[in-house]
């Protein structure tokens, strides 16, 4: 079994937008410039959007951070990202999800310049992703596919299950593991909360996406031997023997399908950081875009 190792992959990637930013830097030209909301103080929300910042110095990007206590008003939250939209020194910006239950996503989401959704979740982007054409490709779907690569996993004609089909993992990924495509060619197989026979249906691919954010739900007896094992849960688990008194855990039982699958993606270090770095790839792409 090889661990697919993300923090050391998004670090190599990392490595190379720094040294892109460092050849733009000499020859006097912009630096590009995120931004990121955040509404709230969830936890997991928290720590996300530090490491998205940290990513940013790490590189040598510009970054800005905007908080708002969860009780701001959805046209206060419109209002920023309409002066964002409008900022020129921003190059691309984020609005953290989840936002509190009085704050309509899809309304915020559709605010956003698509030429600065960076996260790609606008539906231009999405649409331009369903068809193949140019545009931002959801950061974690990009990731797993970009980890996928720089281990050069063979995924043509294999049989692939995600579990879980959100809106920017699941169902953006099934898209993309079944197009014409290197990574991709594989027979997808998207499952959800009223699948029948789930546990059969997993059990029978050659590579399980994990993406349902119920920890430790895949177990060892749902895993073909040598299957290929991404794990995109992120879930807090009360932990005492932790200092924090939590512990992250993945939507895989790690332990024992780790002792039966060929690759499996850890959480933490898995899937987290490869996000961040495609955050960090749309960023300067779309600084790319806008500046040249
Ligand atoms: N919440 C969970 N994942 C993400 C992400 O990739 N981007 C944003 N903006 N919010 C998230």
Known sequence: MQILDGKATAKAIKNELKEAVDTRKRNGKKIPHLAAILVGSDGGSMTYVGAK?????EIGFESTLIRYDETISEQVLLDKIDALNNDNSIDGFIVQLPLPAHID???????IDPRKDVDGFHPMNLGNMVLDLPGFLPATPAGIIELLRRYEIETEGKECVIIG???????????????NKNPGNCTVTLTHSRTKNLKEVVSKADIIVAAMGRPEFVTADMVK??????DVGTTRVEDATKKKGWALKGDVKFDEVAEKCSYISPVPGGVGPMTIASLMINTLRAMELKNN
Not at 105 to 111: D, S
Not at 165 to 179: A, C, D, E
């Open 105 to 111: 996503e899809l309304k915020v989401t559709q605010a």
């Open 225 to 230: 031997e040598g299957a290929v094992v991404i």
């Open 53 to 57: 910042v940290k990513a940013c110095d």
């Open 165 to 179: 089909r959100s809106n920017i993992v699941g169902t953006p990924l099934s898209i993309m593991l079944g197009r």
